[in-house]
């Protein structure tokens, strides 16, 4: 099936005058048409949905036969959901009509859509195509997909938390798994809520966090697989939005505390004889003490605590401050 409904060859050969002139790109960063890329015209009305006689056809269940619609207006850009059964839905929040800028991520079914200024300097090769040529290359990039995921990309082109963002607001269910170089993490979310986390299927590392370990990569792909539905012993009972909000201030702050740690592979031991008393302290220093009796690494310390990575590297510093931990 194509994906563009096909004009007449007096319009298309209008559209193709003026590739040069626009301005905006619609570039399909995750689902079925990933790496698909579609030259907004100005003054031009794009309709999308299911139905085969639209503009921009994606077909996939959760898109209503007539969707959204996509207006350009001189330089600006707006967006009107036509009534959809599963929304639209703009940088994580559900959207009736609105108007849209430079980097906007617009989620329609299981596709995510960015908009990409491409004027002046910014202008991409994709521009000049006229849009039988966009149709053509999103059909055969879709149809490269013979088995597509239900939502996959990349990390760099959407951080996760925007995706996660997106798939709290639109209820998501399932599994999203992150593939690193830190490793393999799995989200398992239920109607958009994060209820569980967890990285290479290790328990050191506690649910919260190793969702906040998460929030740090920057690089990786991402792919929403099907939910799994083995129970779990620990569930998160925040909100997705209350567990972002948390990590993204924790993570502001351990960036802020890391440069004064040791190197996360030096060794950390308790001192013999120990001069400061152990009944001076709190509870959740006396649990590093205890992981750290014998000689751990500061990375070990970090993975077996009880507490945050932030809060852990506080008491870590504090520790060693007072003479209860030395390195090496």
Known sequence: MSTFRPRDAAGEQASAAQAEGA???????SGKYQGGEFPLRPN????????SDLDMVLVEDMVSRKHAKIVTDGRMVSIQDLG????????????????????????VGTSIIKLVATSGEARAPAVSLSEIEARSKMQATASRRAAPKSMSGNIEEIPLPDLLQLLSTSRKSGVLVLRSEWG????????????????????????RKAMYRMLTWNQGLFELEPPDERRVMEELQD???????????????????SPKLP??????????????????????????????????????????????????????????????????
Do not use: C
């Open 23 to 29: 301005p905006w790109t619609l570039r399909f960063i």
């Open 44 to 51: 031009r009305e794009i309709v999308i949905g299911r139905s």
């Open 84 to 107: 959809s059964t599963n929304g639209t839905f703009v940088n994580g929040e559900k959207i009736r009509s609105m108007q849209l800028k430079d980097g906007d991520r617009i989620l």
């Open 184 to 207: 393999t993490g799995r989200l398992h979310l239920r109607k958009g809520q994060i209820y569980f986390a967890n990285i290479d299927e290790s328990f050191d590392v506690s649910p």
């Open 239 to 257: 909100s997705t939005e209350a567990l972002l909000m948390e990590g993204m201030r924790q993570l502001d702050e351990f960036k802020e505390l």
């Open 263 to 328: 190197p996360l592979k030096a060794e950390v031991s308790v001192p013999t004889p120990l001069g400061p008393r152990l009944r001076d302290l709190a509870p959740d220093h006396l649990d590093i003490i205890q992981i750290a009796l014998g000689g751990a690494t500061v990375q070990a310390i970090l993975d077996q605590s009880r507490q945050t990575d932030l809060d852990t590297a506080t008491a870590m510093l504090s520790l060693l401050e007072r003479g209860y931990l030395v390195v090496g």
